[in-house]
């Protein structure tokens, strides 16, 4: 009798990330096993670094997570702080925009083990979040609220109460409904628990961050090691996972979207009532001018930022969010290098998947936050 | 997690530890310490900074090339290093010419393979000991490298139809290149 050789066969796939874009996954399986994988980037590559190098600091703004560590950057090189209560307004969109961020994150991980119904409640709830950060800045997904030295407006009459409202009255009861419907569900269990696990020895060695690195068990949360604006005045907890696998990841940002709801509800009650400062208006440049040209001339020719170079960091939902600056003291940045989370998370991915089936592979990389947009750049 | 380090403690212990043989200079500007390192000692002391106890760096963040056009020699190479358990922070440059190698990091930190690609896409600045030395990000067609100074905004290549070729051909734009 002759056998049959089998031979690993290699395929070509194409991966969706949660919030749109793409990447190329390179597999070689044996049946449904997959015995390497190798990820290629750059599909939604757009040059944002060689752009901000282009344009004046007030015009590289980014997703208000994203452009926060860039806008601290700035700050410091100029040495200013926000006003207290800039600060904690920034605080509580970063907030908003963490459990809008989480939110997806959890969905797609329901959605990658089969069960859709979560990502179509979660949409809605995305929605009235956007709506929140329109109201507060101007428009839904880039929000464009934060300003250095500040932010874009004061929060507009009623809003914070509106969101308080919101989120003790809808929001809270939607998080049970999911845990109702996830937490505890069997096929929800069978497809996440074990799937992806990374050890807390390996996440560290494969720069995972944020979420991805407590689910695996380290503690570690720069809101608390390394606070930036109000987080040292905020009491709040981290959770922290103990198997680093898709379930873990998934706990740790539904506890996470509780804590940032806690954090939010301090920030209602703590907020003071004082000015802001916002540095377009105190920077005057050309006395003679008048008001409205002055204002003009301001976006025109921008803020000059003193010689140096400095590396600010700050929590995003999905990781250490960077930017490494070198100013040459003019009004535009002489380098601006992007350090996104998402990057370290694909690199650590052909490790994470190796073992693992081929239907797990969306359930694993949504679980990791990754998003091909921020891998980019 | 303990409470962010005091960075000049940091760097009191750059001139009394075997770094001082390595490190040419260092400086603590804005609450971040640099040290400045040749290329041919920069494995030693990432290595050195990654096992030491007083530094015990874990994690590499980032590696970040900066062009200087005007200076000799003209490129930086930023290595953003953290330490979880000493909650640290430092970053190592290297200064590098143009076309010259340098060593890479991936023996030390596996993660350096992707941020060296990133580098040499963007600024041509190649890593010798990468396993897998090529483009990342920008199409394998591309021969610039854009995050350099003297590489213009609209890139240097115009793309039109020809009608007499009936194909998409490259023009250098004039006065540019």
Known sequence: ???????????????????????????????????????????????????????????????????????????????????????????????????????????????????????????????????FLELAGGSRLHANCLRVGGVYNDLSYGLMEDIVKWLKKDFLCFLDNIDEKLTEDRIFKQRTVGIGTVSSENAIEWGFSGANLRASGSLWDLRKAQPYDVYDELDFEIPIGKYGDCYSRYLVRMAEMRQSVNIILQIIEKIPEDFMIILDDTVATDNEKTVLSHSSKNIDEDYNVPAGQCYESTEAPSGEFGAYLVSDGSNRAYRCKIRTPSFAHLQAVPHVLKGNKIEDINTIISSLGIEAGEVDR | MIDKGN???????????????????????????????????????????????????????????????????????????????????????????????????????????????????????????????????????????????????????????????????????????
């Not at chain 1, 959605?111 to 409640?121: D, I, K, L, Q, R």
């Not at chain 2, 990342?136 to 213009?152: C, G, V, W």
């Not at chain 2, 793309?159 to 194909?167: I, M, T």
């Open chain 2, 7 to 177: 960075i000049n403690e940091l760097a009191e212990l750059v001139p009394i530890t075997s770094l001082r043989n390595l490190v040419s200079d260092f400086k603590v500007t804005k609450g971040e310490l640099f040290l400045n390192v040749k290329a041919d000692s920069l494995v030693k002391t990432i290595t050195f900074l990654k096992d030491d106890v007083n530094f015990q760096f874990e994690q590499l963040i980032d590696i970040c090339g900066v062009d200087y056009l005007n200076r000799e020699p003209r490129f930086d190479v930023v290595y953003h290093l953290l330490s979880i358990s000493l909650n640290q922070r430092i970053c190592v440059v290297v200064q590098v010419a143009d076309k010259t190698p340098i060593p890479s990091a991936v023996s030390v930190y596996e993660t350096a393979e992707w941020y060296e690609r990133e580098v040499w896409d963007m600024y041509g600045i190649s890593f010798f000991g990468n396993p897998d030395m090529c483009k990342i990000l920008t199409e394998s067609s591309f021969n610039d490298y854009p995050l350099r100074k003297d590489y213009p905004l609209n890139g240097s290549v115009k793309w039109s139809y020809d009608e007499k070729e009936q194909r998409l051909t490259a023009k250098s734009v004039d006065g540019i290149i």
């Open chain 1, 1 to 131: 009798m002759v056998r049959a050789v089998l031979k690993n066969s290699t395929l070509n796939t194409m991966q969706q990330t949660a919030g749109g874009g793409f990447f190329r996954l390179v597999l070689e399986v044996d049946g449904e096993n997959i015995l390497k994988a190798t990820p290629h980037i750059g599909f939604s590559h757009f040059g944002i670094e060689k752009l901000i190098e282009n344009k004046s600091y007030i015009n590289a703004v980014s997703l208000l997570n994203q452009e926060y560590a860039l806008v601290l950057a700035i700050e410091k090189l100029l040495k200013i702080k926000p006003s207290k209560r800039a600060a904690y307004i920034r605080v509580l969109l970063a907030e908003l925009s963490r459990i809008m961020s989480h939110l997806q994150t959890v969905v797609s991980i329901a959605e990658g083990a089969g069960n859709s119904t979560p990502s179509y409640y979660g949409a809605a709830v995305q929605e009235k979040i956007m709506e």
